[in-house]
T-cell receptor
Framework: AQSVTQPDIHITVSEGASLELRCNYSYGATPYLFWYVQSPGQGLQLLLKYFSGDTLVQGIKGFEAEFKRSQSSFNLRKPSVHWSDAAEYFCAVGGRGGADGLTFGKGTHLIIQP | DSGVTQTPKHLITATGQRVTLRCSPRSGDLSVYWYQQSLDQGLQFLIHYYNGEERAKGNILERFSAQQFPDLHSELNLSSLELGDSALYFC??????????????FGPGTRLTVL
């Protein structure tokens, strides 16, 4: 069965500092990987996605993520965070064809210190 | 704004009752997914419809059902509600192209409170 682990429930980062959110997945075939962001009271916004090819993918709002097959990881990074980045971040995995929906991690709550 | 709409935004009801949540996918999208987000279980996939047909079921309770209509909007019906059904319910949609890669666009959600 597929699964996603986000080992950090909360992360606190100073504004302007760099950020890395960890994500490990378990999936039997080639995974499609996603990062979503959820601001308080809002829906889920797609930050970036990995399907194949270049293992470093760029997303919106200055985020990037690197797919490492050998480590079953898809970590999210940002070189300099802004106060508006405070939110809940979810990593998700899905398969080809999209029938079965996405499997999400429990999320990482990002707190930005001034 | 993803283009996916959900109504109502909030719903408060009592145990034992039945409610219906509505979702309109992005224009042209044939796929609709339903997810439940709760503090206990996190985000869980419930069910997927494609062009009116059920495609896959996830962790959906027997008390819950869904359908997708000819105009492609979808409804999630929750019956015999329990306190534990209180959650945020999301709908997501996908086009034929993005479906192949499981790329989904989420609505703002309906927050259900069962008292």
């Amino acid at each position: 069965a597929q699964s996603v682990t986000q080992p950090d429930i909360h992360i606190t980062v100073s504004e302007g500092a760099s950020l890395e959110l960890r994500c490990n997945y378990s999936y039997g075939a080639t995974p499609y990987l996603f990062w979503y962001v959820q601001s308080p009271g809002q829906g889920l916004q797609l930050l970036l996605k990995y399907f194949s090819g270049d293992t470093l993918v760029q997303g919106i709002k200055g985020f990037e993520a690197e797919f490492k097959r050998s480590q079953s990881s898809f970590n999210l990074r940002k070189p300099s965070v802004h106060w508006s980045d405070a939110a809940e971040y979810f990593c998700a995995v899905g398969g080809r064809g999209g029938a079965d929906g996405l499997t999400f991690g429990k999320g990482t709550h990002l707190i930005i210190q001034p | 704004d993803s283009g996916v709409t959900q109504t109502p935004k909030h719903l408060i009801t009592a145990t034992g009752q039945r409610v219906t949540l509505r979702c309109s996918p992005r224009s042209g999208d044939l796929s609709v997914y339903w997810y439940q987000q709760s503090l206990d279980q996190g985000l869980q996939f419930l069910i997927h419809y494609y062009n009116g047909e059920e495609r896959a079921k996830g962790n959906i309770l027997e008390r819950f059902s869904a359908q997708q209509f000819p105009d492609l909007h979808s409804e999630l019906n929750l019956s015999s509600l329990e306190l534990g059904d209180s959650a945020l319910y999301f709908c997501a949609s996908s086009s034929r192209t993005s479906l192949a890669r499981n790329e989904q666009f989420f609505g703002p959600g309906t927050r259900l409170t069962v008292l």
